[in-house]
Structures are given as structure tokens and as C-alpha cells.
């Protein structure tokens, strides 16, 4: 059985940094990408980043230059390091990862308090 679990949220000032982490147990088949989202209580989740089989990544034009999405295969394991947070960057990140079957941690929320 597939499970993600994140963890590193927590309360940070603006212009703080945090780095989430994405742990991933059991097997993917059919692994074709990971990605990070968040998601605002009213508001839709949102893609944050994104990082592909081939380790290209993507990342939504409001964290571009702040935040970087990578992943450790070996550990497996997905990061989101986020520097120079804003107020805006407040919500519960989720982990998200898409193959035959698209799967989804219970996320961490992010508090940044100005």
C-alpha cells in the first residue's frame, strides 16, 4: 500500500525559508511524476512545483526563484525548499504523486506570519 507522509510546516516569519519533506513508503508502478500543491481553506488546491520522471521541473509563476522541488530516489523522498516566504505562501501543502493511480498525502500547513 502506498502511503506519503510530509512533514517540516510549521510557523516561520516572512522571509523565512522551511523545507518540506515528502516521504514515499510502498511501490509505484508507472511512476511518471511528484509534485507539491497547497491549498487555502475556500480556495482550490493549487500545483506549487512539480519535478517529472526525468527530473525536469515546474513551478507556478508566484514561487518561481523562491522555492525548489526535488527529490531524493535512494531515500524516496520529495523536498520543497521555500525561502523568502510570504503571507501569501500560508496554506496546508500537499504531496502528490502521479502514475497508474494518482496518490495524495494528508499535507502540513505553513504558516508565515508577518
Known amino acids: 500500500q502506498v502511503q506519503l507522509v510530509e512533514s517540516g510546516g510549521g510557523l516561520v516569519q516572512v522571509g523565512g525559508s522551511l523545507r518540506l519533506s515528502c516521504a514515499v513508503s510502498g511501490t509505484i508502478f508507472s511512476f511518471k511524476a511528484m509534485a507539491w500543491y497547497r491549498q487555502v481553506p475556500g480556495n482550490i488546491r493549487e500545483l506549487v512545483a512539480s519535478?517529472?520522471?526525468?527530473?525536469?521541473?515546474n513551478y507556478a509563476d508566484s514561487v518561481k526563484g523562491r522555492f525548489t522541488i526535488s527529490r531524493d530516489n535512494a531515500k524516496k523522498t520529495m523536498y520543497l525548499q521555500m525561502n523568502s516566504l510570504k503571507p501569501e505562501d500560508t496554506a496546508v501543502y500537499y504531496c502528490?504523486?502521479?502514475?497508474?493511480?494518482?496518490?495524495w498525502g494528508k499535507g502540513t500547513p505553513v504558516t508565515v506570519s508577518s
Open positions: 502528490n504523486v502521479q502514475s497508474l493511480r494518482i496518490y
Open positions: 519535478i517529472n520522471i526525468n527530473g525536469n521541473t
